[in-house]
Protein backbone atom coordinates (compact mmCIF):
# COMPACT_ATOMS: atom_id res chain seq x y z
CA UNK A 1 0.00 0.00 0.00
CA UNK A 2 1.23 3.48 -0.75
CA UNK A 3 0.76 6.14 1.63
CA UNK A 4 -0.12 10.02 0.90
CA UNK A 5 -0.01 12.41 3.65
CA UNK A 6 -1.42 15.89 3.62
CA UNK A 7 -2.91 18.51 5.28
CA UNK A 8 -0.09 20.12 7.42
CA UNK A 9 0.52 23.81 7.72
CA UNK A 10 1.53 26.65 10.12
CA UNK A 11 -1.42 27.69 12.82
CA UNK A 12 -1.24 29.55 16.29
CA UNK A 13 -1.19 28.00 19.73
CA UNK A 14 -4.83 26.75 20.34
CA UNK A 15 -5.83 26.59 16.89
CA UNK A 16 -6.80 23.29 14.64
CA UNK A 17 -5.35 21.34 11.90
CA UNK A 18 -6.63 18.23 9.85
CA UNK A 19 -4.23 15.93 8.49
CA UNK A 20 -5.41 13.22 5.52
CA UNK A 21 -3.63 10.29 4.83
CA UNK A 22 -4.60 8.99 1.11
CA UNK A 23 -3.82 5.23 0.90
CA UNK A 24 -3.68 3.64 -2.88
CA UNK A 25 -4.70 0.09 -2.94
CA UNK A 26 -8.06 -2.42 -2.49
CA UNK A 27 -6.70 -4.27 0.57
CA UNK A 28 -6.53 -0.49 2.33
CA UNK A 29 -9.11 -2.03 4.86
CA UNK A 30 -7.10 -4.75 5.71
CA UNK A 31 -4.40 -2.48 7.38
CA UNK A 32 -4.26 -0.94 10.66
CA UNK A 33 -3.56 2.86 10.33
CA UNK A 34 -1.66 5.09 12.47
CA UNK A 35 -0.09 8.44 12.60
CA UNK A 36 3.35 9.10 13.77
CA UNK A 37 5.49 12.43 14.26
CA UNK A 38 9.24 13.53 14.47
CA UNK A 39 10.28 16.89 15.84
CA UNK A 40 13.30 17.74 15.27
CA UNK A 41 16.20 16.10 16.78
CA UNK A 42 14.07 13.74 18.28
CA UNK A 43 12.68 10.00 17.79
CA UNK A 44 10.01 8.80 15.82
CA UNK A 45 6.87 8.36 17.80
CA UNK A 46 3.27 7.50 18.22
CA UNK A 47 0.47 9.48 18.34
CA UNK A 48 -2.68 8.14 17.22
CA UNK A 49 -3.92 4.26 15.60
CA UNK A 50 -6.88 3.06 14.22
CA UNK A 51 -8.07 -0.19 13.78
CA UNK A 52 -9.05 -1.77 10.09
CA UNK A 53 -12.93 -1.42 10.71
CA UNK A 54 -12.34 2.44 12.35
CA UNK A 55 -13.98 0.76 16.02
CA UNK A 56 -11.30 1.13 18.11
CA UNK A 57 -8.74 4.14 18.62
CA UNK A 58 -5.69 4.46 20.17
CA UNK A 59 -3.70 7.54 21.60
CA UNK A 60 -0.52 9.08 22.92
CA UNK A 61 -0.69 10.44 26.14
CA UNK A 62 0.35 13.74 24.99
CA UNK A 63 -2.86 13.76 22.46
CA UNK A 64 -5.73 12.31 24.87
CA UNK A 65 -8.73 14.96 24.25
CA UNK A 66 -7.59 16.92 21.83
CA UNK A 67 -6.81 14.87 18.92
CA UNK A 68 -9.25 12.24 17.14
CA UNK A 69 -8.05 9.73 14.33
CA UNK A 70 -10.58 8.24 12.17
CA UNK A 71 -11.23 6.42 8.80
CA UNK A 72 -12.85 6.08 5.49
CA UNK A 73 -12.31 2.90 4.10
CA UNK A 74 -15.05 3.79 1.28
CA UNK A 75 -12.61 6.45 0.47
CA UNK A 76 -8.89 4.76 1.32
CA UNK A 77 -8.69 7.59 3.54
CA UNK A 78 -7.66 8.37 7.23
CA UNK A 79 -7.31 11.74 9.04
CA UNK A 80 -6.19 13.53 12.09
CA UNK A 81 -8.08 16.07 13.97
CA UNK A 82 -5.91 18.16 15.47
CA UNK A 83 -7.61 20.79 18.13
CA UNK A 84 -5.81 22.63 20.91
CA UNK A 85 -2.69 22.64 19.33
CA UNK A 86 0.36 23.61 21.54
CA UNK A 87 4.12 24.98 19.98
CA UNK A 88 5.35 21.01 21.47
CA UNK A 89 3.04 19.42 18.82
CA UNK A 90 5.42 20.65 16.00
CA UNK A 91 6.86 18.02 14.08
CA UNK A 92 7.08 16.11 10.89
CA UNK A 93 3.87 14.32 10.68
CA UNK A 94 3.65 10.54 9.40
CA UNK A 95 1.27 7.87 8.49
CA UNK A 96 1.51 4.00 8.48
CA UNK A 97 0.21 1.26 7.84
CA UNK A 98 0.71 -2.53 9.24
CA UNK A 99 -1.54 -5.30 8.44
CA UNK A 100 -1.51 -7.60 11.41
CA UNK A 101 -1.64 -6.75 14.98
CA UNK A 102 0.66 -5.64 17.35
CA UNK A 103 1.91 -2.79 19.62
CA UNK A 104 2.54 0.62 17.70
CA UNK A 105 5.70 1.10 18.05
CA UNK A 106 7.04 3.09 14.61
CA UNK A 107 9.17 -0.08 14.13
CA UNK A 108 6.06 -2.63 13.78
CA UNK A 109 4.74 -0.36 10.98
CA UNK A 110 5.12 -2.08 7.48
CA UNK A 111 4.39 1.05 5.35
CA UNK A 112 5.03 4.67 6.00
CA UNK A 113 4.35 7.94 3.57
CA UNK A 114 5.91 10.88 3.30
CA UNK A 115 5.60 13.33 5.83
CA UNK A 116 3.76 16.73 6.17
CA UNK A 117 4.93 19.58 8.68
CA UNK A 118 3.05 20.71 11.34
CA UNK A 119 4.24 24.09 13.07
CA UNK A 120 2.58 25.88 16.38
CA UNK A 121 3.50 29.13 16.82
CA UNK A 122 3.56 30.33 20.56
Known amino acids: VQLQASGGGLVQAGGSLRLYCAASGRTFRSYRMGWFRQASGKEREFVAGINWSGSSAYYADSVTGRFTIARDNAKNTVYLQMNSLKPEDTAVYYC????????????????WGKGTQVTVSS
Open 96 to 111: AAVGYGGNWSPDHMEY
